[in-house]
């Protein structure tokens, strides 16, 4: 099972927190989704909250909740945290997440790249490295994985922190790349379900609001997927092959 975390912004005005990132007053909601796009979880904050805020509160319930499977649990930087770390390796759960670039990964990244008088600006490369690394608020060093691009004389750094470690690193970067998928969702859940209607005038109705929004998106959802797997079933009944999903996990 993979659970998606992501915070977004939803507009309103006179009531709420500013928010510098997206450059306007609005609430910045926490939520989850699994890989079949249902929203597993959503909470709302003030504007004002930073994207990892309260992620151990958040996480840690709905990890147990969902213990009896095996779970990763993918993020972008704005979870970079040693709290989602520590809350995903005491309930035994796999993590992907990016790393936000600093001057010590690039100059760990920069020990890697081999340039001569061969290498062909002109053309694109791209190399992935694995290290162990520890950041200076983590309590035990990690595994990370690099991607390094080049272009225009300079190598571009990606860097991820994995706790699974049968994999690739061009395996990792596939498989965390592949979050975009979530930001389709949350799309969907704000033009179809308008998760984003947080304009009235107390917090707890726009709390109550997108918990409405959530199941009606989810109802809806489910509905969908049932309905997808009836008609592979009958395309099966009939004989006819249907080529199956690539996998995510």
Known sequence: MIIDIASTHSDTYGNTN???HYGTEGYHPLLTTDQDGNLLKAVLRPGNSYTSKDVKAFLAPLLKHYQTSDILVRGDSGFATPEVYDVCEAADVFYIIRLKRNRKLQHLAEKFVKISDQTQWRET?????SEIYQSA?????RQIYIKSRSGELLFSHEFIIINLTNLTAEA?????HKRGRMENYIKEAKAGFFFDKTDSSTFNINAARIMVSVLAYNIVNVSR?????QNKKNLYSQGISVPKSSKQF
């Open 225 to 229: 997927l049932l309905n997808n797997r």
């Open 18 to 20: 500013y928010n510098a």
């Open 172 to 176: 990792v970067f596939k498989l965390y």
């Open 125 to 129: 490369e791209t190399h992935y490295y």
């Open 137 to 141: 608020s983590w309590f035990k060093p």
